[in-house]
Nanobody, 123 residues
Framework: QVQLVESGGGLVQAGGSLRLSCVVS????????MNWFRQAPGKEREFVGG????????GYADSVKGRFTVSGDNAKNTVFLQMNSLKPEDTAVYYC????????????????WGKGTLVTVSS
């Protein structure tokens, strides 16, 4: 049974940075395409960024490209989302998700989800 647990959310001022962590248990995260999604109040859950299975190529939504970075630590079996130059519109609950697809941005293709961590960016 694969479990994902996110942490690192909080309140930050616009222009600030946060690093989210997703600890993966039950299997090596490199066995999956690992992705981050977010959901703001009243909006659909949207893809933020992710890495292909095997800790491969990373991809990002246009709204975060150049500001957010996905990385991983094999020894800790943990995936990170480094978020820089945060904006109020980045406020959302951020979810970590794992897919058996090689690479996908479709939330319908995720096999496992974490419970999320809240990020609030004040103006």
């Amino acid at each position: 049974q694969v479990q994902l647990v996110e942490s690192g959310g909080g309140l930050v001022q616009a222009g600030g940075s946060l690093r989210l962590s997703c600890v993966v248990s039950g299997r090596a995260y490199s066995a999956y395409a690992m992705n981050w999604f977010r959901q703001a109040p009243g909006k659909e859950r949207e893809f933020v960024g992710g890495v292909a299975r095997g800790a491969g190529v990373a991809g990002y939504a246009d709204s975060v490209k150049g500001r957010f970075t996905v990385s991983g630590d094999n020894a800790k079996n943990t995936v990170f989302l480094q978020m820089n130059s945060l904006k109020p519109e980045d406020t959302a609950v951020y979810y970590c998700a794992a897919s058996s697809y090689y690479s996908t941005r479709d939330r319908g293709n995720m096999d496992y989800w974490g419970k999320g961590t809240l990020v609030t960016v004040s103006s």
